[in-house]
């Protein structure tokens, strides 16, 4: 049996699918599933990705995510546990509520994207618990028709595929969906052997790729291993010296000029990654521990939108883990 790939891309869109233990129920009621959008969307904001589609069966999920900073691992690990933690308080049970590792298909935007946000939302007629998808109040086929007010869900970039007037756009992907009611179970959207679904041109990249991902997960590993054994914080700042031209003394000051906070900024989600805990950073930085963690989640934001940020951050991690 072929090994199944997983790959992480930054930007990548990946249908996520996961399913109860033994394939039992894991959701009971309408709580449930409010609770489980309520923890996606609180992860949302945490570490912060784009979703263009989900639907709630009775025991299993389906997600479309498109990936920003955050591996989709780390995403799903964080939800899925939140929602355990949750299930198994509520029926006073112990144990696993998800059956093993989500699976996650790495997919071609173009032409998957509507495609898919098509074959989720389809999934209940399939299952011939509804007739139409709107009929289904637990996925996201109705805040794309308008039916339901739009909450954490993407749709405007599947809605500009279908036209720029929204209306007109959102009858056009209501047709799109309709005109595949009859289809079979197209199992091509979620039984990739690869774990890529796409053209050939575009597997061969992503192997590619993933050949590449291997060197730069093993590097991470090397970090990870130095970052347990305990971060050098006063080689770390000598690090930071170096890179951004600015002394150490400077760094640990409460100077307020704003290549000085960015560098400071770098320090703190750099230190942080490399396991410092926040007591250690707020001692040699002379700032309260809630202000270290308020700046460290700012700059985890700023870099979602801040390429170079990211890059010094990691630049950073390296020279440290090589030095």
Avoid: W
């Avoid at 299952?127 to 139409?132: H, I, P, Q, R, T």
């Avoid at 500009?160 to 007037?165: A, E, M, N, V, Y």
């Amino acid at each position: 049996m072929a090994r199944r790939m997983r790959i992480e891309v930054e930007g990548g869109l990946y249908h996520v699918i996961t399913r109860g233990v033994g394939r039992q129920d894991i959701f009971h009621d309408a709580q449930d599933r409010a609770k489980f959008l309520a923890l996606a969307a609180e992860q949302k904001l945490k570490l912060p990705f784009y979703l263009y589609a989900y639907c709630l069966m009775t025991n299993h999920i389906h997600l479309l995510i498109e990936r920003r900073v955050d591996d989709i691992g780390r995403i799903m690990q964080r939800l899925l546990t939140g929602y355990a933690q949750y299930y198994n308080r509520r029926y006073r049970r112990v144990g696993h509520v998800f059956q093993g590792r989500h699976k996650a298909v790495l997919c071609q935007s173009e032409p998957y994207l509507a495609e898919l946000v098509r074959y989720i939302h389809l999934n209940p007629v399939r299952a011939s618990m509804v007739e139409l998808p709107e009929l289904y109040p637990y996925s996201s086929h109705r805040e794309y028709v308008g039916l339901d007010p739009t909450t954490i869900v993407d749709v405007d970039p599947v809605l500009r595929r279908f036209g720029p007037k929204p209306l007109a756009a959102r009858q056009r992907f209501a047709d799109h969906v309709a005109a595949a009611i009859k289809l079979g179970p197209q199992s091509h959207f979620y039984a990739s052997e690869s774990g890529i679904l796409g053209s050939e041109e575009f597997v061969d990249s992503m192997i590619h790729r993933l050949g590449e991902h291997d060197v730069h997960a093993a590097a991470r590993r090397r970090k990870e291993l130095k970052a347990a054994q305990g971060c050098d914080i006063h080689a770390l700042l000598a690090l930071m010296e170096k890179h951004f031209h600015i002394p150490k003394e400077e760094i640990c000051s409460r100077g307020k000029n704003p290549h000085l906070v960015y560098a400071k900024e770098v320090f703190i989600v750099t230190a942080r990654r490399l396991g410092t805990s926040l007591a250690e950073v707020s001692n040699i930085l002379g700032i309260n521990a809630s202000t270290v963690s308020r700046r460290f989640d700012a700059a985890r934001n700023r870099m979602n939108g801040d390429q170079q940020m990211s890059v010094d951050v990691e630049n950073v991690v390296t020279e440290y883990g090589l030095r």
